[in-house]
């Protein structure tokens, strides 16, 4: 109610310029070019698969029917996908969070020998990805014993260098005055993080977990090359790679595309200002 | 809040206190290495490990089953630089970056602009102009591979032409670049978005005053302050580029594209270890795409600090 | 404003914090939420690399085993046909996760390190259920054994056919009093087949689909023709490349000409054009329920012999053990059960164009009542094959060395002459390399009997 208020005197002042109008013309342009795929995929799940694959193809259907989703969840698959999606990206969103904002933590406050080698070490982590060193690190899973497991798609997530050093920077721009007030009076080293330092860092850790969280959901390569049964797979992984039994369905795979993407976008519509904030932020910080 | 109440209701204490303080104080910062652990632990066992086990495999004949190991020097190297669907697969990757990384900074930088300008409904265009990358990659890849095959699907349709953009060796390459501007130029764009509106407003009333038009104040103001954002679009669009690989297999099929024309670097390798069976020569390729990032990495460092030295 | 939003933020918290905990209690479950809810008794996973017509066959014949056998729960899974299927059987094998059961290519057997990532069938087990020796063509029976144990349990031969349209052939007068399309001895006899057919096409369509730029059609293509100009790939030992590079030019050529003749749209979905009236296309026997299923009048013969002798790419599908090192038991038992079932009914597979590699399917009258089967069983008889070596079979190393540089010969980016010599020289690189699983050469046995 009361933002409302205040933005309708700021919207008033706003007038149609002639540069504004080109400029908003432009932008709907623009606009409807992303959306189009998008739009394009949801009319084609929403028609009949012999409607999907016909030449010429045309934008809307000229039936609609919710067969293709319909069957999608008639298979199953669709439903395990999700639950394991979810399960692998909190798991790793939280285990991200715990692990990265106690080393962030632990790097900019303490001193010890080596430290800088050690921070040298982990930024060269930023270097390493499955993409660079997928084979070496398969086989490394693979001698635990966990391919084809939970954590063996989880775990390995779980050592991001680059959210380490975001973390990092902005404990170090907190200033040490409240800590070593605490320290004063004599709380100790946990419960200081805990109840000072933790609090401070909401932004940075929402930013922190928001990316993580995306990067998880969206995850291929990793649980692709570690997953082989269909059971355990995760949305991207599966609709990719395990194909539906009668062939290539485009209007089931578009649906199927559509319930992988639009968790995050639904979220992206409510929380747009945080994950703007995030996504800059943790993409700045490499500045 | 607590804490300073404290020290307010108890003045007395001050004096003492100061020497407990130090003491405190100087223990409050030390033994951090238990908040380092975990993290360290984790970054032991999936990173640092891998990369020695890496090393290793490339000196050896390693297969996927993990028996019958035995070392064979320099054999794997040797083999890899003079393999030419290696250096094929490199330079495909590497013109991928070529075509993606220009392509995608102006892109992100005109649409920020963009954004940026337009008075009215700025989450509208922000939504737009990001949300293809919140989309897994599997997803994104299948709808373009359904909007570029031919006769079914709707970007021919729609241009009113016959391209056969997934069958043809010349095209191939360029359909998964279109596909990846759309999909992930959004990330730039938010930098690029963010940049934007931290370049303070005085900067442009000042130039105003000066009498400069729009077009001066963009070369002479927005883009210098830009730069630094630019440095970082495009390291970082280099980097992801060059490892290319979902969207290329998802949209191919999984296949290296007609006359092997998209297969990048990382599928090469991932094909050698888990198609071949070669876990040794794929960790020898492995080491040497990593040898390569590297260098992109330490090149970047080098011109930051060349940069902020010439600066000075 | 503040107690309702802190009492819902703590509410928010609390399912978050139950969300957390569940997905960790999940993971450490470990066993996704299908096998949680399966109740049978004995579970039974099975992995394949069929869809289209084929995944549905092998869905009813599925479906029938899990009617006459409830305490049985087959869960089958059909992953991307072709190199990411045995990349996942493979890794599953080696991180000791494998499905209890899996089909694999006949070809790929060999390089697949039987012992290591595949285990022996029980011969005995299977002759409980049915299955014996004596009900399979030898030579194909005896490709699934290695060093005397069976590995790989025949469920069909699949062939590349020629595919036709008899109503555009009939109006290009180009069909026998048979019905069937006039056999064809030449390579010019050929040609002007396909002039006449164009003829009297619909216009805009291609005359014949030829998959121009797959890699694997166009190998399959090659190894065809090749073979029928009785090309030989190496000498006995392994030691030798026998390749014969004029015959491969003359097969690239005869390829080539269809395109530069005009004959093909290259990149043109051929199925979709064949339905919609192109008069030819050659496809895998695969295609026939596609095109009964479009209600066309149409005919399939094995490929036609335009070097003179009948010759035909074929491949077979077979049942697998992958390696579990606790294998045995009743799921062991339940695979063996299932495959011998899925061998012996396998009349339902045939409806897939495939021949059943169980004979006594081939000699009941619902099988030869079957057309177009009917008209290219003895396509069985002529089978061109790929060279047995460790490197070769479906989508193997051979296929994915040799197979692009036929398209780029195909598609014009490449001269016949020029490839043919590059496919020399690569099938030598690939004679004196090691098998990685076993590190020998095809020379040095490399698994091959």
């Excluded at chain 1, 775990?155 to 170090?172: E, N, R, T």
């Excluded at chain 2, 409050?28 to 990369?51: M, N, S």
């Amino acid at each position: 109610m009361t933002t409302a208020a205040t933005t309708v005197p700021t919207k008033s002042r706003k007038p149609w310029t002639p540069s504004q109008i080109v400029l908003t013309l432009i932008g709907v342009a623009v606009s409807a070019v992303f959306v189009a795929p998008i739009a394009a995929s949801l009319f084609t799940s929403l028609k009949s698969e012999a409607e999907a694959a016909e030449i010429p193809p045309h934008w809307l259907p000229k039936v609609w029917t919710g067969q293709a989703w319909k069957a999608l969840f008639e298979t199953g698959n669709i439903t395990n996908w999700f639950v394991n999606s979810l399960v692998v990206s909190v798991c790793v969103t939280s285990i991200v969070l715990l692990v990265s904002a106690l080393a962030g933590y632990g790097f900019a406050r303490t001193e010890f020998r080596g430290k800088a080698v050690l921070m040298g070490l982990v930024m060269s982590g930023l270097m390493i990805s499955p993409a660079v060193l997928g084979v070496p690190l398969f086989t490394t899973v693979q001698q635990m014993g966990m391919v084809d497991t939970y954590w063996g798609m989880i775990l390995p997530q779980c050592a991001p260098a680059a959210m380490v050093y975001i973390l990092y920077k902005f404990f170090q721009g907190i200033p040490r005055e409240l800590e070593e007030a605490a320290f004063i009076d004599g709380a100790g080293r946990w419960r200081v993080f805990f109840t000072i330092v933790v609090p401070l860092a909401r932004p940075s850790l929402a930013a922190v977990g928001i990316f993580t969280f995306i990067a998880s959901w969206n995850n291929f390569l990793w649980p692709y090359m570690v997953t082989n049964n269909p059971d355990l797979m995760t949305m991207p992984n599966g609709i990719a790679t395990v194909m539906n039994s009668y062939g290539i369905q485009w209007a089931q795979l578009m649906a199927g595309g559509l319930m992988a993407g639009l968790p995050l976008i639904i979220v992206f519509v409510f929380f747009q200002r945080q994950i703007v904030a995030g996504v800059a932020h943790t993409g700045l910080a490499g500045q | 809040m607590t804490t300073s109440a404290q020290t307010v209701v108890a003045p007395a204490r001050v004096k003492s206190a100061t020497a407990v303080a130090t003491v405190r104080r100087k223990q409050g910062f030390q033994h951090g290495g238990w908040f380092i652990a975990p993290f360290l632990a984790l970054f032991a066992l999936f990173v640092i490990w891998p990369l020695l086990r890496g090393v290793w495999l490339s000196f050896t004949d390693a297969n996927i089953s993990g028996e019958d190991t035995s070392f064979v020097g320099l054999d794997n190297y040797r083999e890899a630089l003079g393999d030419s669907a290696m250096w094929d697969a490199l330079g495909h990757s590497a013109y991928f970056t070529l075509l993606v990384v220009p392509c995608i900074t102006v892109m992100a930088f005109l649409l920020a602009m963009l954004a940026h300008h337009i008075e009215r409904g700025k989450w509208l265009w922000r939504l737009c102009f990001f949300v293809p990358f919140l989309l897994p990659s599997t997803v994104a890849a299948n709808m373009w591979q359904w909007l570029f095959t031919q006769g079914i699907g709707l970007f021919n349709e729609t241009l009113g032409i016959d391209t056969p953009w997934l069958t043809d060796k010349s095209y191939a390459m360029l359909a998964i670049v279109i596909q990846t501007l759309w999909w992930t130029v959004g990330f730039s764009f938010l930098l690029y978005l963010a940049a934007l509106q931290g370049i303070p407003g005085h900067l442009y009333e000042a130039a105003k005053l000066d009498g400069a038009n729009a077009w001066h104040r963009i070369v002479h103001i927005t883009l210098p302050m830009l730069r630094n954002i630019t440095g970082l679009v495009i390291a970082l669009q280099i980097l992801a580029s060059l490892q290319l690989f979902d969207q290329a297999v998802v949209m191919m099929d999984f296949s290296p594209g007609p006359e092997l024309s998209t297969r990048s670097f990382v599928q090469y390798t991932l094909e050698q270890g888990f198609t071949s069976y070669r876990v040794g020569y794929a960790s020898a390729m492995s080491i040497i795409f990593f040898v390569i990032i590297a260098v992109v990495a330490l090149a970047r460092m080098w011109l930051l600090r060349n940069r902020e030295e010439g600066g000075r | 404003m503040g107690r309702p939003s802190l009492s819902r933020r703590q509410l928010l918290a609390g399912i978050g914090g139950l969300g957390v905990a569940g997905s960790f209690a999940f993971a450490a479950g470990g066993t996704g939420a299908d096998a949680l809810a399966s109740s049978a008794s004995t579970r039974v996973r099975y992995w394949n690399l069929f869809s289209g017509g084929d995944g549905s066959n092998m869905i009813a014949m599925l479906d029938a085993f899990r009617k006459a056998n409830p305490a049985i729960d087959v869960k089958d899974s059909t992953l991307q046909w072709g190199n990411p299927f045995y990349t996942k059987l493979a890794m599953a094998a080696a991180g000791n996760r494998a499905p209890e059961l899996g089909v694999m290519h006949m070809g790929r057997v060999t390089g697949f390190s039987p012992g290591r990532l595949l285990d022996p069938w029980d011969v005995e087990l299977l002759a409980k259920y049915g299955v014996r020796q004596e009900d399979f063509n030898p030579a194909l029976w005896s490709r699934g054994v290695i060093d005397g144990k069976l590995y790989a349990l025949p469920l069909d031969i699949h062939v590349q056919l020629c595919f036709y349209r008899k109503d555009v052939l009939k109006k290009a007068d180009l069909l026998g009093d048979d019905g069937r399309m006039i056999p064809v001895t030449s390579t010019d006899e050929w040609f002007d087949v396909l002039k006449k057919a164009k003829q009297a096409q619909k216009k805009g369509l291609q005359t014949i689909g030829l998959w121009t730029n797959d890699q694997n059609f166009q190998w399959w293509f090659f190894v065809a023709f090749y073979t029928q100009l009785g090309g030989e790939w190496f000498d006995d030992a392994r030691t030798e490349v026998l390749f014969d590079a004029d015959k491969a030019t003359q097969v690239l050529e005869f390829l080539r000409q269809h395109v530069t003749d005009g004959y093909v749209i290259p990149g043109a979905p051929t199925g979709e054009q064949f339905i919609n009236g192109a008069p030819f296309t050659w496809e895998g026997n695969w295609s026939v329920p596609v095109f009964s299923g479009a209600k066309l009048d149409y005919g399939a013969t094995p490929l036609p012999p335009v070097f003179g002798k009948q010759a035909t790419h074929a491949e077979s599908h077979a049942f697998v053990l992958p390696h579990q090192a606790g294998r045995g038991g009743a799921t062991n038992e339940a695979a063996h059960q299932l495959a011998a079932y899925v061998v012996q009914h396998a009349l339902q597979w045939a409806a897939g164009g495939h021949i059943p590699a169980y004979t006594p399917t081939l000699s009941t009258p619902e099988y030869q009542k079957l057309t177009p089967q009917n008209e290219y069983v003895s396509a069985m008889d002529h089978q061109a094959t790929e060279p047995k070596v460790w490197f070769a079979g479906s989508t193997g190393v051979l296929a994915q060395d040799l197979g692009p540089v036929v398209v780029s010969s195909t598609m014009g980016s490449a001269k016949p002459a020029a490839v043919a010599q590059t496919m020399k020289k690569r099938l030598a690189k690939l004679l004196v390399s090691k098998n990685p699983m076993d590190g020998r050469t095809a020379a040095q046995g490399g698994a091959v009997v």
